[in-house]
Nanobody, 125 residues
């Protein structure tokens, strides 16, 4: 049974930073591409970032490029999302996703991905 558990969300002021973590179990983590998505109230879930199984390549949505960094530690079955220069429009529930297909993550094939339960990020003064 695949299980993804996110943590690290919270309330932060504009311009601040947060690091999200997602621990995976029930999968051969080193063979899975990983990604982060987010969903703001009243909006569809959107792709944020993805990383290959080897961490050799990472991909970002234009809205977060240069501010967010995705990384992974295969020894700890964990993927991270370091978020800096946060803006109010970054407020959303952030979800971790896993798939053996990087294409499915990058193209947002929601029904083909494994999901965590989400962690709330609120950017507000």
């Amino acid at each position: 049974q695949v299980r993804l558990v996110e943590s690290g969300g919270g309330l932060v002021q504009p311009g601040g930073s947060l690091r999200l973590s997602c621990v995976a179990s029930g999968v051969n983590f080193g063979r899975y591409a990983m990604g982060w998505f987010r969903q703001a109230p009243g909006k569809e879930r959107e792709f944020v970032a993805a990383i290959t199984w080897s961490a050799g390549n990472s991909y970002y949505a234009d809205a977060v490029k240069g501010r967010f960094t995705i990384s992974r530690d295969n020894a700890k079955n964990t993927v991270y999302l370091q978020m800096t220069s946060l803006k109010p429009e970054d407020t959303a529930v952030y979800y971790c996703a896993a798939s053996m297909s990087l294409v499915d993550i990058r193209s947002g094939k929601i029904d083909r991905l494994y999901w965590g339960q989400g962690t709330q990020v609120t950017v507000s003064s």
